[in-house]
């Protein structure tokens, strides 16, 4: 390969980059989607969880700031979630 198709060749991969990166901006605006505990006992112990965006984590985490550390929790499996997407607006689990 000469050097004018190599440099075409790094002129289309960055072009590519650019674009994937806009369109991905754009499906999850700027954001991705996690998993948080919503109950001050985790969901392997009968708590609840929840997919949000992840600015706002800080939120639920001043949350179970507020937890007790005596806080009996049952012994009950309640996770549901193994993955979140932003999908149509939001953060689903799926």
């Known amino acids: 390969m000469d050097k004018k ?18 369109w991905f901006v754009f ?12 109950s001050c006992c985790p969901c392997n112990m009968g708590g609840t969880e929840k997919c949000v965006l992840a600015s706002e984590v800080g939120e639920y985490e001043k949350n179970l700031s507020e937890c007790s550390e005596n ?11 193994e993955s979140c997407e932003y ?8």
């Open 5 to 22: 198709g190599l440099v075409g060749l790094i002129v289309v991969v960055g072009i590519l980059l650019v674009v994937g990166f806009v």
């Open 87 to 94: 999908v149509d607006g939001e953060c689903v689990g799926k």
């Open 27 to 38: 499906q999850v605006g700027g954001e991705g989607c996690v998993n948080v505990r919503t």
């Open 71 to 81: 806080m009996l929790c049952s012994a009950v499996y309640n996770c549901k979630i």
